[in-house]
């Protein structure tokens, strides 16, 4: 298992250092040129002088080897000397952003919290709400309870959240005015009112994102569990005259449960990126927000490194799966 | 709409098929099966509406989707209720004319929601072809090459592992400018989405029918066709096409409601078609400004997406149902 989770790590570098490349020439490649904006007064060799400036005056390849380091080997350094007060990094030049001049890392390390805070909390909600709601169809198929979680899935499959946020916004802020419809993330909580505002503010986007890994969560736990219900050993187990709570919460969960703990941890990446639009639409200034924003803005340092920080998420989970589907199944061998 | 044409073409045939076949015939036997499925058959006659209504009912309805009302018709016919809001506040700004209302600039909503519907139709059935085409090819290809199999799959991999929606919206602001002044501003934008959409979601077909061509390249008849001294591209097109038709269909349904969500949520965030050229996720977008006052015009898009993207999930599922023989039998 450790000989497979090592292999694994070491076949991750290629991958993160090939859609590095794909990143960096897409936005190469692309016929935009960030000096756009400014005034057709400044004369061209100063016009020069400003893209040198941006960085912008070596050839491609050296560009993307410089980011490479910066991003890889420098970056980790101001990361532990936050940490540890080493002044590694002291003196290098790190990412910057062109819109605020600031370190892109700095900005990510202010945003993240925000969107942590309302996607882990949809995942938490969602996973408990889909777990029961799965296992319950599944022991009932076809029961009018199985048919109703089957058509709220489907619904929660195919409203998108830029319908399902504003509908809820027009529902329960406009209408009935319980919630605030925009995220306010310069509350600080420190007493039992500023909970429960704070609670009131997250109850909506954590629905909206909630919906829609409950409505895969669930489909996936209820299949799960038919898979294993009519297997011999769940037949063996009530034979010997187990209770029939044993037998499915103990028995059939714990072996269904296999597959669904590696889709939970396949699905965590995708909620950052489906965290994009609820973000928008309740103003959640998180990192999808930060996204949107650097692209609007032609920010490429900062676009670069935000999509590039969504790809390492997407392939540490991919790993993460892998190696905990090895570990929960022990049919499973990867040697 | 060349594709509706299609469509109707295919319908067509696939019916005389039915009538000349005898009594159990396949299609029969999958027939069956779909319409013992009511949730797939709700939905398949729900997305036949749904396109006939945005297809026809231009034609049909009164009012021009592009028509802005100027002068003191203007200050008349902007921001007009829907025709049920006079249930409930008699006084309403209401007319027959309008059935659901007009915006802020004059222009009639249900026209603009049709032609929005066959943007974003055109838009989803253009990317589900592309990536099924792409999606087949490559699974066929790394199915039947032994050669180009570990490649192909790498390929597969990395595609998977890229994060696709950050970067379909990078790549939709920084070619759309080259692409608007090339083709001109709506196509370049149709162009440009169809291609995202299209190179971004293969991987999943590709996957499946790679598993499904692994299996049939196996088979005796495959043998027997190669004996014979068949070429691989015939073996491919005359042998194997034809038996991983099913997966492909199926992810063609789901394909297109994918499409449909994608190109939604990137006319919603604004990197989607431009304001006078409407899509259902445009619409939508535009109205969020004034949902206070005028929520009917974030419902009615909303709704539509819904719909849509709802009936394909169903008729999907009912058509995986349908052409899996070994759930046909039950």
């Known amino acids: ?335 | 709409m060349t594709d509706a044409a299609k469509d109707k073409a295919m319908q067509h045939s696939s019916v005389q098929d039915e009538l000349s076949t005898p009594p159990r015939s396949q299609v029969r036997d999958i027939w069956d099966q779909f319409k013992s499925h009511r949730g797939a058959l709700f939905g398949g006659c729900l997305f036949l509406i749904i396109v006939l209504g945005v297809v026809v009912g231009p034609f049909v309805y009164w009012n021009d989707a592009k028509f802005l009302p100027t002068g003191r018709d203007f200050i008349k016919l902007r921001d007009m209720r829907p025709i049920y809001h006079a249930l409930w506040d008699s006084g309403a700004k209401v007319s027959w004319v309008y059935p659901l209302g007009t915006d802020n600039l004059g222009r009639d909503t249900l026209a603009r929601l049709m032609f929005g519907g066959r943007v974003s139709l055109a838009v989803g059935m253009a990317a589900m072809v592309l990536a099924l085409f792409l999606g087949s090819l490559i699974g066929v290809l790394a199915g039947y090459f032994k050669k180009l199999d570990g490649l192909l799959m790498r390929l597969t991999d990395l595609f998977l592992a890229l994060p696709l929606l950050p970067m379909i919206l990078v790549a939709a602001v920084l070619f759309r400018e080259a692409l608007s002044k090339a083709i001109g501003p709506e196509g370049g934008v149709f162009v440009l989405i169809v291609c995202l959409i299209g190179i971004t979601s293969w991987m999943p077909t590709a996957r499946i029918v790679r598993g499904d061509v692994l299996a049939i390249k196996e088979r005796e008849f495959v043998l027997a066709a190669r004996s014979i001294g068949t070429k691989p591209g015939s073996i491919i097109t005359r042998h194997i096409l034809p038996n991983v038709l099913s997966p492909i269909m199926v992810s063609a349904t789901l394909g297109i409601a994918t499409a449909i969500i994608t190109e939604s949520a990137l006319s919603f965030l604004g990197f989607g078609f431009p304001p006078d050229f409407p899509t259902w996720g445009r619409l939508l977008n535009d109205a969020v400004d004034r949902m206070t006052l005028f929520p009917e015009r974030v419902v009615w898009p909303g709704i539509m997406i819904s719909l849509t993207v709802l009936s394909v999930n169903y008729l999907g599922d009912g058509l995986r149902d349908a052409l899996d023989p070994r759930i046909r039998g039950r």
């Open chain 1, 1 to 335: 298992m450790l000989n497979f989770t090592i292999r694994r790590l070491i076949l991750a570098v290629p991958t993160l250092l090939f859609i590095s490349l794909v990143i960096f020439l897409l936005l190469e490649l692309a016929p935009g040129d960030p000096m756009a904006q400014v005034p057709l007064t400044v004369p061209p060799e100063v016009k020069e002088k400003m893209r040198e400036a941006l960085g912008l005056g070596e050839p491609a390849p050296i560009r993307f080897w410089k980011w490479l380091v910066q991003f890889f080997w420098i970056e980790p350094q101001v990361l532990i000397d936050h940490i540890f007060g080493t002044s590694f990094s002291a003196g290098d030049l790190r990412v910057i952003s062109w819109q605020t001049r600031s370190p892109v890392m700095d900005i990510v390390v202010q945003r993240m919290p925000q969107t942590l805070w309302v996607v882990g909390t949809a995942y938490i909600v969602a996973i408990l709400i889909a777990l029961p709601i799965g296992i319950y169809s599944a022991y009932r198929q076809y029961s009018w309870f199985d048919q109703l979680g089957t058509f709220v899935s489907m619904v929660g499959f195919s409203v998108p959240p830029f319908f399902s946020g504003v509908l809820v916004i027009v529902i329960f802020s406009v209408q009935l005015g319980w919630f605030p419809s925009i995220y306010d993330t310069t509350l600080v909580v420190d007493s039992w009112e500023s909970f429960v505002k704070q609670l009131q503010q997250m109850i909506m986007p954590v629905m909206v994102l909630a919906l829609q890994i409950t409505a895969q969560l669930s489909r996936f736990m209820r299949a799960s569990m038919l898979d294993n219900l009519n297997q011999d050993y769940v037949r063996t187990a009530r034979a010997k005259g187990l209770g029939e709570y044993v037998v499915v919460m103990v028995h059939v969960l714990r072996n269904s449960m296999i597959p669904v703990v590696t889709v939970i941890a396949l699905g965590i990446p995708s909620i950052f990126g489906g965290a994009i639009i609820t973000e928008q639409v309740f103003k959640v200034n998180g990192i999808g927000q930060l996204l949107i924003g650097a692209i609007q803005a032609n920010d490429l340092p900062m676009v670069q490194s935000l999509t590039f920080i969504f790809a390492v998420l997407i392939v540490l989970f991919n790993l993460i799966a892998d190696v905990l589907y090895g570990i929960l199944d022990p049919r499973i061998r990867y040697d």
